[in-house]
């Protein structure tokens, strides 16, 4: 992991030495033999992305990876870089448990964001930190992230995992892109939009379960179901960094599934406002984990989606919620993914 000066870096991402929390028999997921993963480039969100600069007690520097066509920062980056600095504050006995977000300005990808994290309470179960990540002196986002001591309970319960084809048995986006770019008769304007969308150095492997048909009108599907993973490899590491990472990851294509009744329409105007997620069970992040995720509502030019986090065995990693702003267009062509 480069070194930053200045302190160091947050995230400590080996964490090597680092409590975990205890695991269940359940939560003995282990999909992938260490030996490949060893074999892998350790994964960009941890050694870059998340990888916080420190400048002075509870103030952090973050800089950018990958920056979507917006030209905004993603809002997945932010929290999960508010995540980071939330939790450097908090004893290695406490894991997040939730965290709630509002987008206030856009994200400038010209600049660092400075994370200023307030100890709000520090309670015997219970810790919360508030944290402002800061641009041009003004808040982009305002979260509060809380932190639960482990305490067992016989109230448990959860959904179920939908069932879906295995990743093993799907392909992955950038697969898919190649599949379309090898039809001689594709559209010249088509296949520059795939070409784009394949330089786009995204840090997370995604496999939709419905694989989009980038240049045809879609049946309206409700539903967006997709496994995903951070690129490259993580390790077991701590639970924080964990959720660090499926902050990042959740916001990714999410607020897109409230457009998915309405194949006719483009967004013209899309931004996230606020970001809201709730840890239930330990996970690895950088394991195949299933997305699934709805809109139960959309109206005056918003729009609400809700997510769910499965690890594969079935367990529900997180939840989540968001609410968007959507301005959009009719169109007879459907968005290219
Ligand atoms: C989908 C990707 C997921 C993401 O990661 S998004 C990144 C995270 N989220 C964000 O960056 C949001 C940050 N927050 C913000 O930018 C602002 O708070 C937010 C949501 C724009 C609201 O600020 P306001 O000052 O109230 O802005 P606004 O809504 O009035 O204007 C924003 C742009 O929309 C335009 N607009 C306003 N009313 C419109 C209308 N009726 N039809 C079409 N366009 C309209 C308005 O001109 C403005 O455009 P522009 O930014 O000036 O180019």
């Not at 000066?5 to 995230?11: A, F």
């Not at 600069?53 to 800089?63: A, N, S």
């Amino acid at each position: 992991m480069a070194e930053r000066e200045r302190g160091g870096s947050t995230n400590n991402c080996d964490h090597s030495g680092d409590t975990e929390p205890p695991k269940s028999p359940e939560d003995e997921s282990s999909e992938r033999p260490e030996a490949q993963y060893t074999q892998d480039l350790k994964s960009v969100l941890i050694t870059s992305v998340l990888n916080l600069e420190k400048l002075d007690v509870d103030l952090y520097r973050g800089t950018h990876h990958w920056v979507p066509r917006s030209q905004r920062l993603f809002g997945g980056q932010i929290v999960g870089q508010a995540l980071v600095a939330a939790a450097a504050s908090v004893s290695d006995n406490l894991y997040a448990h939730s965290l709630h977000c509002y987008f206030v300005r856009a994200g400038d990808p010209k600049v660092p964001v400075l994370y200023q994290v307030d100890r709000t309470r520090d309670g015997r179960s219970f810790t919360v930190r508030s944290v402002r990540a800061i641009q041009h002196g003004q808040p982009i986002l305002i979260c509060q992230a809380s932190f639960h001591m482990l305490q067992p309970s016989p109230l448990q319960h959860q959904f179920t995992m939908p069932v879906v084809p295995q990743p093993e048995d799907l392909l992955t986006v950038e697969e898919l892109i190649h599949r379309y770019l090898s039809k001689p008769d594709l559209a010249k304007k088509s296949r520059q939009g795939l070409n784009k969308l394949l330089a786009n150095e995204v840090p997370i492997e995604i496999k939709p379960v419905h694989p989009p048909h980038f240049y045809r009108l879609p049946a309206a599907e409700l539903r967006k179901l997709f496994w995903v993973r951070a690129r490259g490899y993580i390790g077991e590491g701590n639970m924080k960094l964990h959720c660090c990472v499926a902050a990042y990851v959740s916001d990714y294509a999410f607020l897109g599934t409230a457009l998915l009744p309405y194949p006719n329409y483009r967004a013209q105007f899309s931004a996230s406002l606020d970001h809201a997620m709730w840890f239930h069970n330990t996970f690895r992040s950088d394991e195949w984990m299933l997305y699934e995720c709805e809109s139960p509502w959309a109206g005056g030019s918003r729009g609400l989606v809700q997510g769910r986090l499965w690890r594969r065995d079935g367990v529900l990693a997180a939840s989540c919620s968001q609410e968007g702003v959507l301005r959009v267009k009719l169109v007879t062509e459907p968005s290219k993914l």
